[in-house]
């Protein structure tokens, strides 16, 4: 007995060890799911972006002013990229809820303030490539935009300032911090979001932190919109804190990424992009019509119960980060009235036979009697003895037997006539 307490207590300890290892796992980058890749390796050279992956997930606009474009590139290597010409903007379609990874490969970027990669930015009313208007020649409303150029890397934590001179009240706030010993062009730019902090890596060795709270502000008039973190910090790779920050630009709605460029050049390669699955919720609710009608009913129902699964997987502490969750319940309904309508019909013809009998036996009945009264007396009349018809069956009768009863009479009177004879002769 006590050998089995052992061996029953030492399988709790192991499966507890597992709970406890899965648990660690959780925790970490495993939670991440792949929401977009992209390499461009099997595309050709001056293939524009439209025809490529990236608008699986990015919005890719590029102005026509000073010939802008976003096309494939080929390097003397023989490698494909994309390259962004003049006045270009590529940004999520979908702001990012959650946590988030962005990672990308930088071959160029030029122009210093005039192109660059923005993180957790804001839904803006006017292109990222725009002048903020502080100082005028930076670009971008983004709270978080990161100049990759040169040996170096320049951070900066855009603010909200009312008293600020220029005509968007913003300011610009920026940091420059050296690439890694070694690092050049290309070097891969990762970019991890947790909701709370931005880890800023070049090649894999972190470069910066940037922490920041109290979200939900709203701002005052200014070319972005939503609502903001209240307070951020810059700290460097050894955990130093070096600024800290009042109104930040940095979107507590949801996040923007992506990148800019304005009278600048900026190439990049292996993009990819990792979620929370919430995010992956959102996006597949995304993919639902914005009216649901008979003709596509069949594929919104299939998105919906897509969504639907992955949204109650969810924990219930991340339910709330699917933001466009009435989206989903708005086409459940739809996809429901659609249904119960089309099978109405089926139903209809049920009852019309149980109806459409109804009427037409009322009319009949009216004219049976008629029928059935002219047989019925010759059955009834005849058993009752009325004078319609049998006076005609009796005359009938009656003058049959009579004949009969002459033939008869005849033939006896023949009969004996003939016996008379016969007897007399002899």
């Not at 490698?79 to 988030?100: E, K």
């Not at 019309?352 to 007396?377: F, K, L």
């Not at 059955?379 to 009969?404: C, K, M, Q």
Request: aromatic share 8%; hydrophobic share 40%; glycine share 6%.
């Amino acid at each position: 007995m006590i050998k089995k307490l052992l061996a029953l207590l030492l399988a709790l300890c192991l499966m507890s060890g597992g709970l406890t290892l899965v648990a660690l796992a959780a925790d970490g980058d495993g939670d991440l799911i792949l929401i977009f890749e992209e390499n461009f390796e099997e595309y050709q050279k001056d293939v524009n972006v439209s025809s490529t992956l990236m608008p699986n997930f990015f919005i890719n606009d590029a102005n026509s002013i000073g010939d802008g474009y976003i096309k494939v590139q080929e390097a003397a290597s023989g490698n494909l990229y994309l390259q962004s010409h003049v006045f270009t903007q590529v940004y999520s379609a979908t702001p990012i809820v959650g946590a988030y990874e962005f990672s990308l490969d930088v071959l160029e970027c030029q122009g210093k303030a005039q192109s660059g990669i923005f993180i957790r930015a804001p839904k803006t009313n006017a292109a990222y490539y725009e002048a903020d208007g502080h100082p005028d020649t930076s670009v971008c409303q983004a709270g978080l935009f990161l100049y990759a150029h040169g040996n170096d890397l320049g951070v900066n934590v855009k603010t909200y300032d009312e008293n600020a001179s220029g005509t968007a009240y913003l300011q610009n706030n920026t940091v420059t911090f050296p690439l890694p010993a070694g690092a050049s062009y290309p070097y891969t730019l990762r970019v991890v979001d947790t909701a709370s902090e931005i880890s800023v890596f070049v090649n894999g060795t972190l470069i910066c932190r940037v922490t920041f709270a109290d979200p939900g502000q709203v701002y005052g008039s200014h070319e972005s919109e939503g609502k903001f973190f209240g307070s951020a910090k810059l700290f460097d790779a050894e955990d130093k804190e070096l600024a800290s920050y009042a109104s930040p630009l940095l979107s507590s709605d949801g996040a923007y990424i992506g990148w800019t460029t304005r009278t600048a050049n900026m190439s990049v390669d292996n993009i990819t992009v990792k979620a929370e699955a919430a995010y992956q919720t959102v996006l597949t609710i995304n993919k639902l019509p914005t009216k649901v009608t008979e003709k596509n009913m069949e594929d919104a129902k299939e998105i919906a119960e897509a969504a639907r699964e992955l949204y109650d997987s969810l924990p219930e502490d991340k339910k709330a980060l699917v933001i466009n969750f009435g989206k989903l319940t708005k086409a459940e309904d739809a996809i429901s009235a659609i249904e119960n309508a089309t099978e109405a019909p089926t139903d209809a013809p049920t009852e019309p036979p149980t109806e459409v009998p109804t009427e037409p036996t009322t009319e009949p009945v009216t004219e049976a009697p008629t029928e059935e009264i002219t047989e019925a007396p010759s059955t009834e009349d005849t058993a009752n003895g009325s004078n319609t018809i049998e006076p005609e069956v009796r005359i009938i009768e009656d003058s049959l037997a009579i004949w009969i009863l002459i033939a008869i009479m005849t033939v006896a009177v023949l009969g004996a006539a003939a016996y008379i004879t016969v007897k007399t002769r002899k």
